[in-house]
């Protein structure tokens, strides 16, 4: 059984970076089509795609975020993270690490999510 879990700081201040790794355990394949993605969640708002990696290495991002945001991946750790640079307190958010299968068109596992803070 696959499992997805996030970790990193849970307080960042404004104008730093914050750096989320996801730990996927049960599989981490380069070979197959799924995209690793990460998801935030604002207080009272709703999901909030971030971007992905692709099982090729490639990079998809957020518009909106695309100047901030950074992917990338470990297979070696079985491990991929974000950074996101610039942060201010509209970052805080819950943030999630999910895998989106192409085919079935479904973020079919999730981690459980980490909670940041943006503040000073």
């Known amino acids: 059984q696959m499992q997805l879990q996030e970790s990193g700081p849970g307080l960042v201040k404004p104008s730093q970076t914050l750096s989320l790794t996801c730990t996927v355990s049960g599989g981490f394949s380069t070979t197959n089509h799924y995209y690793w993605s990460w998801i935030r969640q604002p207080p009272g708002k709703g999901l909030e795609w971030m971007g992905a990696?692709?099982?090729?290495?490639?990079?998809y991002y957020s518009p909106s975020l695309k100047s901030r945001t950074s992917i990338s991946r470990d297979t070696s750790k079985n491990q991929f993270t974000l950074q996101l640079n610039s942060v201010t307190p509209e970052d805080t958010a819950v943030y999630y690490c999910?895998?989106?299968?192409?085919?079935?068109?479904?973020?079919?596992?999730w981690g459980q999510g980490t909670h940041v803070t943006v503040s000073s």
């Open positions: 999910a895998r989106w299968e192409p085919y079935g068109m479904i973020y079919d596992y």
């Open positions: 990696i692709a099982y090729s290495s490639s990079t």
